[in-house]
């Protein structure tokens, strides 16, 4: 690396970088010098041409308590507003966008409906309609944009193109991070919903701390993300954690028929319909009581599958279920009964927003890569 | 570590060490300093301390191709005879001792029967009585050894005792490792009885070069153990692959019910019980059929929940349900039908041995670590 003065360059800038972040409210040259253990007119070099990209900037209020006499000495911070990071998941039922700033901060969100049988094409339209309202409602446009997350159903490929996928029509086999590379000029990554949820609840959520984690997403065809030594297990080909076709094999009942109180299949992608079962359950209706059950018991095997398999420290429910205020208790009392070592058991801490959040998690992991680690090759 | 010179001296042990393992047929002075980038002085130090340990001699067949004038240049070569290491599957019906060289070659193996119901120290006796059998045929004598690894079933903790065995009578809370520490006074690595098994298949059998793979040992209680990136997956409590209570929750059969053919429960691990039902079922027997059909669904319920949750590209089946025949077909089958990406379904290579080989590796990998690894702190 002797020879090369670009990537020195990059070197120092990335080190003067992270420490900048670090620090949070902003370094003087000393501090950053001292910091860094670069010389302060390098430090100054690197502060110019990071303030020419517009990440770096001089704090205002710039007295600093440690200047005693004399002018006040600049201090500088990291500008986590010269760029966003946008959030995305595309659901079965609806689309939703999350903004944030370079920091992970987030500033706004937008849902909206999709039929469940809705095509690709007015999937991704509905996708960037929601998108290009949050920005404009906003006022942000689009040439801010530096990274953006994707959490979607499915088997996703290390390309971001969707392998596999049951639940949404049209969805196997579409090139979607390709697509939205056009729509949005920035890098993007796309993740199994179930592989971003389980990011966002580590980041901000239920799972903060925890570095060996099961999360359920309990819906139609459930899904699970792993977490084991604090890394996604994606499995050899992206499909670890799709659980959903287990109670086929074991010829259980399908949700649908589970969550029924009188004959009538309940979708249990369909919140109102759901809430109206929990509801009934709630008032003591023994038919929506019993119905309640079986989708508990349904939910508790195939989570024992994957704790036996997985034996993490903590398992975390999400989707509708995470509402389900009897799902936790009984699951970790069952779990307790049946596995050789029951881990802890949560609700969601971010319940319908798990996915968006950990696809904002997926940009700004994407972004840190970019500006605070240099590799060689880089 | 400019100032210590004893860890230089060990990192250039360890260079030359790695050299002569990897030469084979043996190196001579100059082979030895070109490979390791050693000086031919340093080499020869090196080399006369390793020969005061035995760990390494003169290769016989002295003349070498190369030494085209004069004396033949001495060749060396590591001494693989030099110790022995001792693998060791303590199961629930028998008790198996692998004896091997130090490069890992197999010399000898015994096997002794033991009952379901001995207790833990009758269990350790005649393991101890089999070793010092298998020892003593073959000229051996316990000062020889250098490790020894063990498998056995239960959750197995980090100091090497048993955390959980419903399988063994006493076997919970017992401090395997350093009973047999005590035993043959060298390093002993315990490992759950799948976990070991998977090592071994890895190294020698039906898994050579597959990084993500699954072992099933099918048995009273199917266990297994599985490799992800290559490393054993243990789980945050080593509890990883216990999915023996998993049919419990699905209100399923026990597999004695399931090998049943008239009512009478057969065990599984009653090897000669099970030949006889599935000689029958071989020969036509319809109820035997039925039984082996019964079987192989639940194995597949078992093998499918590991499959969805961890998504590997391999799925090795042993435990006596590698002799049967007809099922890694039919597994591989559903498999396709239900899990989202099938794996590659094989049967064990090593069949019964799986386990005692796979402690072998545990002992090699131990001993490789110590004679072929130094680390600052080593």
Chains 1, 2 share one sequence.
């Not at 970088?17 to 040259?29: E, H, N, V």
């Not at 690197?46 to 001089?58: D, F, I, K, N, Q």
């Not at 980041?203 to 819906?219: Q, R, Y």
């Not at 996604?232 to 959903?244: F, P, Q, S, T, V």
Request: proline share 4%.
């Amino acid at each position: 690396m002797g020879g090369d003065p670009s990537l020195l360059r990059k070197i120092n800038q990335a080190a003067v970088l992270r420490a900048l972040r670090a620090a949070g409210r902003g370094c003087s040259l000393t501090d950053l010098a001292a910091t860094t253990g670069l010389s302060r007119p390098t430090v100054e070099g690197v502060l110019e041409g990071l303030a020419r990209t517009g990440l770096v900037a001089e704090a205002e209020g710039a007295a600093a308590e440690g200047a005693r006499r004399g002018r006040p000495a600049r201090r500088y911070r990291f500008r986590a507003e010269a760029g966003r990071l946008l959030g995305v998941e595309v659901g079965s039922r609806r689309v939703t966008a999350v903004l944030a700033d370079l920091a992970g901060r987030r500033q706004g969100e937008a849902t909206r409906a999709v039929e469940t049988e809705a095509p690709a094409a007015e999937r991704l339209e509905r996708l960037a309609h929601t998108a290009r309202t949050l920005l404009g409602d906003l006022g942000v446009t689009v040439s801010a944009l530096r990274a953006v997350g994707v959490g979607t159903p499915g088997i996703i490929g290390q390309d971001g193109s969707v392998a596999l996928c049951a639940a949404l029509p049209g969805w196997t086999g579409l090139p979607l991070g390709e697509r939205l590379r056009e729509l949005f000029r920035v890098p993007v990554l796309v993740e199994n919903d179930a592989n971003a949820a389980v990011l966002g609840e580590r980041w901000v959520g239920a799972a903060a701390g925890a570095d060996d984690v099961v999360m359920v997403l309990a819906g139609l065809s459930p899904g699970a993300g792993s977490l084991i030594g604090g890394r996604l297990h994606r499995g050899h080909g992206g499909a670890a954690g799709e659980i959903g076709a287990l109670h086929l094999l074991g010829r259980q009942a399908t949700p649908e028929r589970l969550l029924s109180t009188a004959g009538t299949p309940v979708d249990p992608l369909d919140e109102r319909a759901v809430t109206r079962v929990l509801a009934a359950a709630r008032a003591g209706d023994p038919r929506a009581e019993d119905a309640v059950a079986r989708f508990v018991e349904r939910l508790t095997h195939d989570v024992a599958a994957l704790v036996l398999a997985l034996d993490p420290e903590l398992v975390v429910v999400g989707g509708w279920a995470a509402g389900l205020e009897r799902v936790v208790e009984p699951l970790h009392r069952e779990l307790e009964r049946y596995c050789l070592r029951a881990p802890r058991v949560v609700a969601s801490a971010l319940g319908g927003g798990a996915v968006a959040t950990g696809a904002v998690r997926l940009a700004l992991d994407h972004l840190e890569a970019e500006l605070f680690t240099v590799t060689e090759t880089g």
